[in-house]
């Protein structure tokens, strides 16, 4: 069952040539977590505001919960439409309490009871009094949610809701806010154009570029298959090398060597693919058959990244990212030796 179903929608805004969305289709399952994931004006929040009811499609239809909400008959307002939003700056109300922001507009008979369990839910028990200019940037966020919560929605929409927090908070919020979700029973949809972010607290991840839905998948399926040059480079960091598809078809032959795979689907003897190799799959090794020179280094705490350059033939070069977890001495300008491990590897049609 879905709680969210959007069926061709397509928007142009006034006075621009190109479409802002371009026939979207998108299926939200009943208490899952789902994040649209895109570039700057990839159209995420367009089509957020198309869901939540601030925007109108000029075609397609939305659904929430089984009931059309918008086609070219029908209109529901968005305060019909059982949604609960956290907006990116949280739009709390700055002369209310905590108490009275999150029970803004409810007006159910249970209001005190049901903003005591919001506020246990979020983890906010004892700060009913303050007002918002009194709370911390993580603080803000669980009244914000729990407004949003408090109504019983069938969907929260959540727009960037990461994006004010700084690095330590961000990783801390986006397990808390995942917990309060999945607690609440809710079905979800953030915007994002945070990779970490979507990776780590999405059921499913929608890649969103110009106005089209790229790839749908879980966030390994996409990590680990990426359907294009543009999603494989978008979602982590990943090198990509022109390679052929040999003559068995269990290998493509790239500029690096020959990769073997168990299977490559849907491809042909003898066609041209990329090949996007995530830097985890690319090993140092002192006997290893590859040798580059290495360009780049930093060190991230977890691991050495490198950005390593090969001679392909005696015009063109290649780079390619790898990811050290040792405490290996390496420096700018050493050589380095390696080999291609199929951990995280996959081909990729160049006409997609
Ligand atoms: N009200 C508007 N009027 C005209 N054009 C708009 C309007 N809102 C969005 N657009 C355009 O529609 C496209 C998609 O914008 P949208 O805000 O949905 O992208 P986004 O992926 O959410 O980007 P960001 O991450 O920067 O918020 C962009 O080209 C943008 O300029």
């Known amino acids: 069952m879905f709680d969210i179903e959007l069926k061709s929608i397509s928007k142009t805004f006034l006075g621009s040539d190109e479409p802002a969305l371009n026939d979207i289709n998108i299926e939200v399952e009943k208490g899952s977590i789902v994040t649209l994931l895109g570039p700057s004006g990839s159209g995420k929040s367009t089509t957020l505001r198309i869901i939540a009811g601030f925007e109108r ?4 239809s ?30 709390l109300f700055p002369h209310l309490t905590v108490f009275n922001n999150i029970g803004f507009g409810y007006k159910g008979k249970d209001r005190d009871e049901r903003i005591k369990e919001v506020m246990k839910l979020v983890n906010l028990e004892g700060f009913e009094k303050r007002y918002p200019n009194e709370l911390s940037g993580g603080q803000q966020q669980r009244v914000a949610l729990a407004r949003a ?16 927090l700084d690095a330590d908070l961000r990783i801390q919020m986006r397990m808390e806010v995942k917990r309060i979700i999945k607690e609440a029973g809710a079905t979800a949809v953030f915007v994002s154009h945070d990779q970490k972010d979507a990776l780590s607290i999405s059921d499913k991840i929608i890649v969103m570029r110009d106005g089209k839905v790229q790839q749908t998948g879980t966030p390994q399926e996409i990590y680990k298959n990426p359907i294009n040059r543009f999603v494989a ?12 598809i040999s003559k068995d078809g269990h290998s493509v032959l790239t500029e690096i060597g020959n990769i073997v795979f168990n299977n490559i ?10 090949v996007s190799i995530r830097p985890e ?8 058959n590859i040798k580059g020179i290495v360009k780049q280094m930093s060190y991230t705490g977890e691991s050495i990244e490198l950005v390593v350059e090969l001679l392909i033939s005696k015009d063109e070069k290649q780079e390619v990212l790898i990811h050290i977890h040792s405490d290996k001495i390496i420096n700018i300008g050493d050589q380095v030796k390696f080999n291609i491990v199929p951990k995280a590897i996959a081909v990729i049609r160049r006409d997609l």
Do not use: C, H
């Open 281 to 288: 799959s690319l090993k140092v090794d002192d006997d290893g």
């Open 233 to 244: 480079t978008f979602i982590g960091s990943s090198t990509i090398v022109k390679g052929v």
């Open 57 to 60: 499609a000029e075609s397609g």
């Open 149 to 164: 919560l408090a109504r019983r929605p069938v969907v929260v929409l959540l727009d960037e809701p990461f994006s004010n």
């Open 265 to 274: 689907n849907n491809l042909n003897p003898d066609e041209e693919v990329y």
């Open 62 to 91: 939305v659904a929430i919960a089984g009931e059309v909400v918008s086609d070219e008959v029908s209109w529901i307002p968005p305060e019909r439409r059982g949604i609960g939003m956290v907006f990116q700056d949280y739009a």
